[in-house]
C-alpha cells in the first residue's frame, strides 16, 4: 500500500466515487505536470450533498460546520486527483486551492472556514499538502451548497 | 480552412473583435503551452453587451437567457485565443473555464446555465473542448452583466 | 541595486513584510516557471487592516478609495513574489490577477477599482507587469476586507 492510501486509511477516509461528468465539462484536466480539478461541492459517500451542508451562512453560523463541509470538499478533490494519476503518491504538490463559500449577510471567519480543507490536505499529504489559496465569501453556489472547492495539483513524474 | 475554423463557419458564429485592453491588463497572457485569457464579460458583435444580458439572476431568471449569455461569453474567449494564436487549431484544450453569474438573491440552476458554455467549447473544439471549470454565484460584475467567464487553454507546439 | 528593486524605491513603496502563514497554506507555491501566490488581503506595513479598507461597497463607494485599496492588495502580492524569488528581476511577467471585491448592493466601476492593481502592476514591472485578469464582486471577504486579490507570476530561470 503506499503512503498516501495508507493516510487515507488511518485517518478513516474513504474517497467517493469522484462526480461523473454530467455534461461537456469534466472533472479534471491535465497539462504538464499541472493537474487542474473542476470545482467540487460537497457531495457525501452516498453521492448527496448533507442537508446540514446546504443553505447560506451568516454571522451567526457554526464554524466547525462550515469547516467541516470544507473538509468534505478537500475529500472530493483528493478522489478527482485519485481518478487522475491513480496512485497519490504521484503527487508532487497541492499546489492551489480556491475556495467559494454561500454567504447570505456576512460570515468574517471565512479564513478558519477554509482550515477545513487546508488541514485535511496537511494530514493526507503532509508537506506536500502546503498550498496556495484564496477563499471568498459568493452570492450562491449550484444546489444552495454550502461551498465548493477548485484545486490545481501537480503531478510528479511516472516512477 | 482550418478545422475549428470550418467548424465556427457551420455553426454559424463569427467571432467578434476581441475585447482590446483599455488599461494596463492584457485581454491574454501565455507561460509555456498555457494561454491564460481574462475574464470576458458577454459583449455582443457591436461592442456592447445586450440588454437582456445585463441585470441580477433570481429564483424566476430563465436557464435559457443565462445560458444563452454563458454561450456569448465563451464567443469572446474563443475570440481572444484566437487573437493570441491565429490559428485555432493549435489549441490543444480548454484546461479550465471559471464561471461568475450576478445572482441577487438566488439560482440554483448554475450548473445548467453554465452549460451554455461548456457545450459551445464542445460543439467548436469536440474532445479537446472538454475542461475543467468552477460556476459561482458573485455578488455583482461589471457593468452589472448577467455573467463573466475566465479561462485557460493549453496551445499545442507549432506545426 | 536591480532594477525593479529600483523602481520600488523610486515609486516611494516599501515591501511589508509577507503576511505568514498561519495555517496549512502557504503564502505561494511554485510549478516550473509558475509561481501560484495566495489571495492578498489588504494589510499595511503595520500588519493591519486599515479602518478605511473594510466594509462593503456600494453604488456611492469612492472609486479612488477602492482603487487604492487594491494597489495595496497588489503591493502585498509583491511582496510574496519577493519572498519567493528574492530578486524581483526574476520576474519574467505577471500572468494573471485575480480581484474578489466585497459588494454590498452594488459596485459597477469594478474594472477601473481593479486597475488600481493593474496599474501598480506595470509601475513596477513596466511591459511586463501587463497580465490577464478577472475583476468581480463578492458577498463577502475575510475580516470583511473591501478587497482580496490573488494572482500568478512567471519566474524567469536562474541568471
Known sequence: MTVVAKRLEELGIRL???AAAVANYVGFTRVGALLFVSGQLLFGPNGKVAAAHIGKL???SSIETVSQAARVCAINLIAQAQAAV???DRIAQV???GGFFNVGTSFDPLSQAMNGASDLMAEVFAQRGRHARSAVGVAHLPFNALVEIEA???VGSES
Chains 1, 2, 3 share one sequence.
Open 16 to 18: 467517493p466515487h469522484p
Open 58 to 60: 451568516g454571522p451567526h
Open 86 to 88: 491513480d496512485d497519490l
Open 95 to 97: 499546489v492551489r486551492l
Open 152 to 154: 490545481i495539483f501537480e
